[in-house]
């Protein structure tokens, strides 16, 4: 399905609108999930989309009232 699809990390650039060092940034540090093949990245569709819809419930939670 679409949600399955592994995208490089410019496909989730571009879907999700981001820059690709912000999202080649994140896969380092561990806060995007992606597989490592050689020395390509490719990213589940649905497992960045849960990550960043994690992320930013998190950043409402402490956020400053």
């Known amino acids: 399905t679409k949600h399955d699809e592994l995208l490089n990390v410019h496909g989730v650039a571009r879907v999700f609108r981001l820059p ?20 390509r990245r490719l990213f589940s569709l649905a497992a960045v ?17």
């Open 49 to 65: 989309r849960a990550a960043l819809v994690k992320r930013a419930a998190e950043r409402k939670e402490v956020a400053p009232t």
């Open 20 to 39: 690709v060092a912000w999202v080649q940034a994140e896969a380092d540090r561990g806060a995007l999930p992606c597989l490592r093949v050689g020395r």
